[in-house]
T-cell receptor, first 118, second 112 residues
Framework: GAVVSQHPSRVICKSGTSVKIECRSLDFQATTMFWYRQFPKQSLMLMATSNEGSKATYEQGVEKDKFLINHASLTLSTLTVTSAHPEDSSFYIC??????????????FGPGTRLTVL | TQLLEQSPQFLSIQEGENLTVYCNSSSVFSSLQWYRQEPGEGPVLLVTVVTGGEVKKLKRLTFQFGDARKDSSLHITAAQPGDTGLYLCAGARDQAGTALIFGKGTTLSVSS
């Protein structure tokens, strides 16, 4: 299957600082990428849909000014958690969707980024 | 709002037993995917089912999509400790298969 990478895999930061997480599709171009958040022993919650060259579409309840998403190229999307607080600590996972004509447009997930805000 | 109800939420069994995980919705999905996730890692796609009534097999795993494309099941035969993990079903929200709606997951523990 297609490969999606995330960087960093783990990050610890102080409250009030901003953290950037990168999501890259390594062997295909992804016009659409997705950002999810996952709490321990729970399922994935969709935060936003990131489309290359346009503004991200955020799910209800997700603050767009706090979770800044940029999809500047067909292989890279970034999520910046601004002014992070301890309640933002979570496992953030991105996924990239292959073009509709390839493998039915399946999504492939990155390995996740564990964010801990002190 | 499309929701996926996944059950059971937790399952602890002995090696060699069979099990079935269910994923149900009142809404129709254009496709449904099953993932397996290990702690600290991202979900790994197991299978995608698209056609109502479709059955797919992956070694000891059998996946079925309901005729009405509202429900799906995952059956594991002769479970092994290596099957331990979080199993997630996810439905594609529209024809383009963009955003996925995830079930709450089933945490499976297989002991030897």
């Amino acid at each position: 299957g297609a490969v999606v990478s995330q960087h960093p895999s783990r990050v610890i930061c102080k409250s009030g600082t901003s953290v950037k997480i990168e999501c890259r599709s390594l062997d295909f171009q992804a016009t659409t990428m997705f950002w999810y958040r996952q709490f321990p022993k729970q399922s994935l919650m969709l935060m936003a849909t990131s489309n290359e060259g346009s503004k991200a579409t955020y799910e209800q309840g997700v603050e767009k000014d706090k979770f800044l998403i940029n999809h500047a190229s067909l292989t890279l999307s970034t999520l910046t958690v601004t002014s992070a607080h301890p309640e933002d600590s979570s496992f953030y996972i991105c996924s990239a969707r292959q073009p509709a004509g390839v493998s039915g447009g399946e999504q492939f997930f990155g390995p996740g980024t564990r964010l801990t805000v002190l | 709002t499309q929701l996926l109800e996944q059950s059971p939420q937790f399952l602890s069994i002995q090696e060699g037993e069979n099990l079935t995980v269910y994923c149900n919705s009142s809404s129709v999905f254009s496709s449904l995917q099953w993932y397996r996730q290990e702690p600290g890692e991202g979900p790994v796609l197991l299978v995608t089912v698209v056609t109502g009534g479709e059955v797919k097999k992956l070694k000891r795993l059998t996946f079925q999509f309901g005729d009405a494309r509202k429900d799906s099941s995952l059956h594991i035969t002769a479970a092994q400790p290596g099957d331990t993990g979080l199993y997630l079903c996810a439905g594609a929200r529209d024809q383009a298969g963009t955003a996925l709606i995830f079930g709450k997951g089933t945490t499976l523990s297989v002991s030897s």
